[in-house]
């Protein structure tokens, strides 16, 4: 158990690999690739600043495997036709002062905006509801033979980040994207060996983790972020994403992050989160505690961590081995050797509103406020905690309608 484990104490994560602490950067999506998918340099500077902060283990924003399902326009892609060059200036800069950088790499099925893809892919032909039909096209069901090809797309990532010299790969299985909807039974109604019972929804991911496996060796460390439920009527349940965790565990994944939610129920964001759980921070605390029960593999709990006092906690606990967290690290890049320094340390924010709720949505501010001070570190300036929403949603659609124009001349 954790009883003496502080935020400083290192974390052996395999025979090979000591993680300097118990921080974790949970990914965040930069958009800062250039027209090619390739990384600007303005994501060295980013995780340069971070690796300067002291986290131990810092996981990148999704990477897509796909240059053609792109969750956002300026998403970095890492494929045959990636300038590896580049990638080897992040993760340089991302590595220093002994941080383990790992690359968080999607698909993101259904989850495509109507601007990138008429028609995306997903498991079944199901679109998303919510509202969200809106701005996301309804999916046509994958092939046989594409579902292979994907798997196998996942590998070559992990191969080429492997080789462009990040220390891991995460898979990104949570939050309702493609392998999220492969798990889930509301999304994911095929009848073939894909589809139907828990055992043929887990396939993908399974197949996917051994595909991934087989590229990059034992040696390599490989992590998924998974669901700890959808929180959706129909969707994946808590003891379905157990089964999940076990059967990865067994097949010898080295690192379990927990979530949950998707875009239709944003629980990773907070939303729906009891004041009980709220007070203890972490959203998804007392599901990592039942796991903990049941598994060896390392686990890290992300959503909600705000204090030194709230992290130890949750390490002293035993339920989780490492702290996740996303949004404060946007706001203070130094957060670790901030947190470790000082015990009551504590960090607060409002949740970014423009005060027309509809309007927030649609921009999805949660995430593009956060996006904006990210892309102020990557261009050498500080975070601005008071920074206006209604200049972040006129940047958004500045650019967002360039880029619908863009399309269509396409
Ligand atoms: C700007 C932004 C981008 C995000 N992008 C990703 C992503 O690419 N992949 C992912 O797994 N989670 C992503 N998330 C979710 C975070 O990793 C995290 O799960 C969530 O913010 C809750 O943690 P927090 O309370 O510490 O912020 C993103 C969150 C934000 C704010």
Redesign the pocket.
Known sequence: MGENVKLDTSLQLTSAVTIKNRFFK?????QLGDKQHNPRPDLARLYGTWAAGGVGLN????VMIDRTAL?EPKNVVLDEQSDLALFRQWTKSGTQNNTQLWA?L?HPGKQIPAILTEEPVAPSAIPLTGGLEKGFNTPRALTESEIQAIIQRFATSAGLAKEAGFSGI?I?G??G?LVSQFLSPRHNQRIDQWGGSAENRMRFVLAVYHAIREKVGQDFPVGI?LNSADFMKDGFTEDESMAVVRALDEAGIDLI?I?GGTYESPS???ANVRESTRRREA?FLEYAEKVRQQIKTTLVV?????SSEAMTAALQSGATDMI???????LQPDLPNKAIADSNYRIAFNRPSTGVKALDRMAML??????A??QRIGSKKLPQANLSAWVVVAQMFMSLGKHAFQKRRA
């Open positions: 949970s990914a965040m999506s930069e996981v990148t924003g999704n969750g968080q999607n995460q990104h949570a939050h994207y972020k992050e979530s990773m964001m907070g959203y992300t959503g909600g961590f705000r996740g967290v996303a949004r404060p690290m946007a949660d995430i593009t406020w956060f996006e001070q990210l």
